[in-house]
């Protein structure tokens, strides 16, 4: 039983920069052929440029989570590009910080469309791309720590992450006949471009004084003393995309250095 991705077509949504690109790249740089799908059309080709200049396999794509026939489109590509499809990493999503009583019906439906929707639309259609193949397959979602715990001021970010891992679940247990492994990476607080906008968002609501004052303030008391790399979720996704787990299913791991502890 090994960890290897070698030779495996694997799409990673939203990597055009963020967790998703690290991910990109480490599951390249082990040997995996890669979509870089993302929504910014720029990024994931200078994302997908990057990682064939390293001598690794990758395309990019521009697609969006939220529309059905763009994600079919996506996966036919890496179909038509390498062959087949092996893993499908739903890991798009955005976030918004709202004192509760303030977030609209709008921030509700925009946050849950692609933190939600996005999610389950690339389960069922890389789903039935595994199923046509033959079965088999890996389903890695991006939930969150705010899909274990709901945080004041990203009540409706957290309801949309504890739903990737109730659609985590109920994937699991949909496709678990097909030989379908379905899980979630649940990480921290990861310095990325996404948390520059919380960290925005907490200043401008005035739920703090200073620019990374809440960005040090979540990261104050994680166990092993520091915030998330990108690339601390690497390895994870490496394991979870290979054969090392082909007996695991509707888990969604923390990877969080140590911050919730359940
Ligand atoms: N940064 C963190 O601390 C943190 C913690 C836990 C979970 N997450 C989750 O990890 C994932 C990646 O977060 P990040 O920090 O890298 O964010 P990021 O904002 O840096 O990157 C997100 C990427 O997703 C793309 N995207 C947005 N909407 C899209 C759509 N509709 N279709 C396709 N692509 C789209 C963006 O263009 C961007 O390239 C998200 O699901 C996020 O909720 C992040």
Redo the contacts with the bound molecule.
């Keep these: 039983m090994s960890n290897s991705v070698e030779g495996r077509s694997i799409i990673v ?2 990597s ?5 690109r690290s991910i990109a790249e480490g599951l390249a740089a082990a040997g995996a052929r890669v979509v870089i ?4 059309a720029a ?1 994931a080709e200078a994302t997908a440029a990057e990682i064939r200049s390293s001598g690794a396999q990758a395309i990019g794509f521009a ?4 529309d059905r026939a763009s994600t079919r489109a996506l996966i036919a590509r890496a179909v038509a590009e390498y062959g087949r499809l092996d893993a499908m990493f739903n ?5 918004q910080v709202k004192p509760f009583n303030d977030i609209t019906e709008d921030d509700w439906h925009r946050v849950m469309d ?2 939600a929707m ?1 999610v389950l639309i690339g389960t069922q259609e890389a789903s039935k791309q595994f199923i046509a193949q033959g079965g088999g397959g890996k389903i890695i979602n ?1 939930a ?3 899909g274990k715990q709901g945080y004041e001021p990203l009540a409706h970010y957290s309801a949309s ?1 504890f739903a990737v891992v109730a659609l985590t679940q109920a994937a699991a247990r949909a496709f678990g006949k097909h030989r379908i492994n379905v899980n979630a990476i649940c ?4 310095a ?4 520059k906008l919380i960290d925005k968002g907490f200043k401008d609501e005035g739920l703090t004084q200073r620019d990374n004052e809440a960005f040090e303030g979540f990261s104050a008391d994680i166990l092993l003393g520091r915030a ?1 790399r ?1 690339d601390d979720l690497v390895g994870v996704s490496i394991f979870l995309a290979s054969e090392g787990s082909d007996y695991m299913t509707g888990q969604s791991l923390l990877v969080d250095g140590g911050m919730v502890l359940i």
Excluded: E, Y
């Excluded at 799908?37 to 910014?40: F, P, S």
């Design positions: 949504t939203g055009g920069r963020g967790i998703g799908a993302d929504i910014d990024t697609a969006n989570v939220t890991n798009a999503g955005i976030a692609v933190n996005g991006t969150s720590i705010a992450k990480p921290g607080v990861v990325t471009d996404m948390w998330s990108p």
